[in-house]
Structures are given as structure tokens and as C-alpha cells.
């Protein structure tokens, strides 16, 4: 049973570009959540999407977007990237069933240069 | 606001010491509470959760106690290995208005020496 996917493991950009990150979630999961974790932080929250929709959203700005398809993968947009926005960013699963835990993948490393 | 405090780290142990790391949370509602262990390179792994008041969590060997009247929930261990040298996460979701988002604190690392 495969778990939380992301794909690219690593990335390097340089300032003003954008970049797109995605996320396979864990089999018989229909939300996904985005984390930045800065180093030596903990995760901060961007959004979750469910059915499609994102369902709620992270102080985080506008440049930052994202997408759920009918299979429930989901992918991370981030425009005009700042050399803030290195980071390890997370993508997180779980069944929309009460509270259930979410199951995190092993993150893409984005570097801003 | 929501918030979750952890003890600062690194916390450093030899091998088959006790371990505790501390964790204290403000929400609104009824939160349920989680651990999350970070090994190096790595995502986030849940260790345990606790979902109401004076539930326990454990897995592995370590264990923590909701405490809604001291608004905390501390890590404990009673004999750690090497293999336990990561960084652990508590964390908290579901309470009122909000569907599931987890808010982290800062981490503890934990340094575990043979």
C-alpha cells in the first residue's frame, strides 16, 4: 500500500520564478493539505483541498495556489518565488471522516537562489 | 490564537535514559492531539494521538496523557535507544472552525548517544 508520493524530491529556482510540486495521496484518501517547513521549524499550514475545492487556507499569499483532480492528487503552484520560500514543503492525506490523522509524504526540498 | 508550545531542544540522552519533552497548547473547543517524528530527510511520521481528556496515546515505547486541565501533552519514554535520535513534532487539529488543519510547535530534536 504506497503512501503519500511527492515528486520532485529536490528543486532549484531562482528568484521570480514559479514552480509546480505534486502529490499522490495515500490509497483510500480524499483530502490533501500543504505544509511549508522552514529549517529548523515546524510546518506551517498553506491549504487543504476536498472534492476539488480548496476548503481552507494558511496566512499564506496569493502567489501561493493549488489544484485537486478527480483522483485526488493534488499539485502546489507558487508564483514570482522569493528567496523566502525555501523550504521543505509537505503534502499531507487523510479520509474526511471525523478527525483522522493525516499521513505526510517526505516532502520536496525547494531551494531559491 | 490556537498555539502549541514545546520545550526547546536539542535534548540530549544516553542510551536507556528516561525520556520526557514537554507540550503545552491553546485552543478554543476540543482538540485532538498528536506526535509527529521527523527522521533526518524525511517527512513527518505520526507516533501517537490522543483525541479527549485523559486519553492515552502510546506506540513504540513512548506514550503521552491529554491533560485538558493543564492544557498539555508531554512525550514520555522510559528507556530510548539510538534509533530514537530525531526530531519530535506535537501538534494539534479539530477544534472549532477549522476542518482538520494541524498547527505544530516548533519541535523538539532529540539527541540519543550510545
Known amino acids: 500500500d504506497a503512501g503519500v508520493t511527492q515528486s520532485p524530491t529536490h528543486l532549484i529556482k531562482t528568484r521570480g520564478q514559479q514552480v509546480t510540486l505534486r502529490c499522490s495521496p495515500k490509497s483510500g484518501h480524499d483530502t490533501v493539505s500543504w505544509y511549508q517547513q522552514a529549517l529548523g521549524q515546524g510546518p506551517q499550514f498553506i491549504f487543504q483541498?476536498?472534492?476539488?475545492?480548496?476548503?481552507q487556507r494558511g496566512n499564506f499569499p496569493d502567489r501561493f495556489s493549488g489544484h485537486q483532480f478527480p483522483n485526488y492528487s493534488s499539485e502546489l503552484n507558487v508564483n514570482a518565488l522569493l528567496l523566502g520560500d525555501s523550504a521543505l514543503y509537505l503534502c499531507a492525506s487523510s479520509e474526511d471522516r471525523g478527525n483522522q490523522p493525516q499521513h505526510f509524504g517526505d516532502g520536496t526540498r525547494l531551494s531559491i537562489l | 490564537g490556537n498555539s502549541v508550545t514545546q520545550m526547546e531542544g536539542p535534548v540530549t540522552l544516553s542510551e536507556e535514559a528516561f525520556l520526557t519533552i514537554n507540550c503545552t497548547y491553546t485552543?478554543?473547543?476540543?482538540?485532538?492531539l498528536f506526535w509527529y517524528v521527523q527522521y533526518p530527510g524525511e517527512g513527518l511520521q505520526l507516533l501517537l494521538k490522543?483525541?479527549?481528556?485523559?486519553d492515552k496515546g502510546s506506540n513504540k515505547g513512548f506514550e503521552a496523557t491529554y491533560r485538558k486541565e493543564t492544557t498539555s501533552f508531554h512525550l514520555e519514554k522510559g528507556s530510548v535507544q539510538v534509533s530514537d535520535s530525531a526530531v519530535y513534532f506535537c501538534a494539534l487539529s479539530g477544534f472549532s472552525s477549522n476542518t482538520g488543519k494541524l498547527i505544530f510547535g516548533q519541535g523538539t530534536t532529540l539527541q540519543v548517544k550510545p
Open positions: 485552543a478554543t473547543g476540543y482538540p485532538s
Open positions: 490522543a483525541t479527549k481528556a485523559d
Open positions: 483541498y476536498y472534492e476539488e475545492e480548496e476548503r
